[in-house]
């Protein structure tokens, strides 16, 4: 793979195939009563998936649906709850363990090869057409889609400073009191305030239909200012007119820049993986992540410049330790990225090498 001399090489240690391995059929061509083995469940040509038995108590119950399945997760959140996720056609699902039962968490849409993390107490999932979070029973879109049709201009009365002011439209999620995620803003252009018109009034600020959201955000800079402060905040999501009068709100400490213009929604992943504190997303050769998770929230902060480009289509993330590999099936090569550093050199295998199917290794460590 073109490893530099002193990087040790690492083996993979596979799974025990002591089931049986059809050596025969195309690894994708499961027949009625055969299996496809993982590291936590057993899908099977008939569209049922079973957990694998005696894995922190998972049941093996079978679960069955008139879709396909697209993809079985465990979803381990830092209390010890074992949670089980299954993607069936469009839709994610929660499987109760007693029973088998279906829950449904999310409509992703689509049909294609869904995939799923497990990482701060959230459950990740993309399957090509979306991507979405879990939060112990209730899923939303992984970050916010921000407003559009909204305007701004300047109307009479207020005390804000004349001159001009750059404005953002935009939505917050406020959980216990602190807004902890933005969505970007819609840019409203520019207002000019004075002879009397000192007050910013932003018009026609649609609902969103995200239920996650709670706020609205006005960003604006001061008058004739470059930064854009968050000027006004309302605790709502239906009020469609917000007049800025006065400078009172303004919080100087939280700027559009850091808070919101980074805050940029994921595209339709059709792979995703957690790697040394960042989510990744493939969009074929394209492989986008988030900003470093200082706060669980920051896995749906994808900013414009968090993207590396690769020479060949990616079907699969995996991660070796610390090190982080790209499987490009259609081109049969495996992408290194050391050290998982996005801004680090990559290199690509040398021979013809790499695994034509996705998931074919997920992940590689102890046990």
């Excluded at 363990?97 to 294609?112: A, I, N």
């Excluded at 009191?177 to 026609?204: D, E, M």
């Excluded at 957690?274 to 492989?287: A, E, F, S």
Aim: aromatic fraction near 12%.
């Amino acid at each position: 793979m073109g490893y530099p001399s002193q990087v040790k090489h690492k083996e993979l240690q596979w799974e025990s195939f002591g089931g049986g391995l059809n050596t025969v059929d195309d690894p994708l061509a499961i027949q009625d009563g055969q299996l496809h083995a993982g590291s936590k469940n057993f899908i099977s040509r008939s569209r049922s998936v079973k957990w694998r038995p005696a894995a922190r108590g998972i049941k093996s119950t079978a679960v069955s649906s008139s879709a396909l399945c697209k993809g079985a997760f465990e979803y381990l959140q830092t209390d010890g709850t074992s949670r089980k996720m299954a993607v069936y056609g469009g839709t994610l699902y929660e499987v109760n363990t007693s029973d088998g039962t279906l829950t449904s968490r999310y409509v992703l849409g689509g049909s294609g090869v869904a995939w799923g993390v497990a990482v701060r107490d959230v459950f990740i999932c993309a399957n090509g057409t979306e991507v979405c979070k879990v939060e112990n029973d209730t899923a939303y879109q992984l970050g916010i889609t921000p407003p559009s049709g909204a305007s701004a201009a300047a109307v009479a009365g207020g005390t804000l400073s004349d001159g001009d002011y750059q404005v953002y439209a935009g939505y917050g999620r406020d959980v216990g009191g602190t807004i902890v995620l933005y969505s970007v803003g819609q840019n409203l252009g520019t207002v000019t305030l004075g002879s009397g018109n000192n007050t910013v009034r932003v018009s026609s600020f649609a609902q969103s239909s995200d239920a996650q959201v709670t706020d609205r955000v006005i960003w604006m800079t001061n008058a004739d200012g470059g930064v854009a402060y968050r000027y006004y905040t309302a605790d709502n999501n239906a009020t469609t007119t917000h007049d800025v009068t006065s400078d009172s709100a303004r919080n100087t400490s939280i700027t559009y820049e850091a808070f919101a213009a980074s805050s940029i929604r994921p595209g339709a992943f059709q792979v995703i993986h957690y790697h040394k504190n960042k989510i990744l997303g493939v969009i074929d050769n394209l492989v986008y992540y988030s900003k470093n998770g200082s706060t669980v929230y920051d896995f749906e902060r994808f900013p414009q410049l968090n993207v590396n480009a690769y020479p060949y289509r990616i079907n699969a993330i995996f991660s070796i330790g610390e090190e982080l590999f790209f499987s490009c099936g259609d081109a049969n090569k495996i992408i290194w990225q050391p050290f998982g550093d996005m801004a680090q050199e990559f290199y690509v295998s040398d021979d013809q090498f790499g695994f034509k199917y996705p998931k074919t290794i997920s992940n590689w460590g102890p046990g």
